[in-house]
């Protein structure tokens, strides 16, 4: 069975950083994308970071701010977040699919708060 888990959320103050992880178990396929995504209250799921093969894109909102990395070895996502904003404010979710989509795991959240 696979499994997701974030950790690594919490209350942040704005200019503050934070590195959310996603640690993976149970997965048999090969990851070929992973990465981040965002639902703020009242909007719909949005892309914050995504490893596809080797190329990694971002949100236009996230650039230069958020950097996504990958440790192939342990499976695991990390999302590094600086300069953050209250606008960053939501539940952030972590996804793997396989090539073709058809393998496609999401984690539970975690909740990422900025504010003073």
């Known amino acids: 069975q696979v499994q997701l888990v974030e950790s690594g959320g919490g209350l942040v103050q704005p200019g503050g950083s934070l590195r959310l992880s996603c640690a993976t178990s149970g997965v048999t396929f090969n990851i070929y994308r992973m990465g981040w995504y965002r639902r703020a209250l009242g909007s719909q799921r949005e892309l914050v970071g995504v490893?596809?093969?080797?190329?990694?894109n971002y949100a236009d909102s996230v650039k230069g701010r958020c950097t996504v990395s990958r440790d192939n070895a342990k499976n695991t996502v990390y999302l590094e977040m600086n300069s953050l904003k209250p606008e960053d404010t939501a539940v952030y979710y972590c996804?793997?699919?396989?090539?073709?989509?058809?393998?496609?795991?999401w984690g539970q959240g975690t909740q990422v708060t900025v504010s003073s």
């Open positions: 490893i596809t093969g080797g190329t990694t």
């Open positions: 996804n793997i699919q396989n090539r073709w989509g058809t393998q496609d795991y």
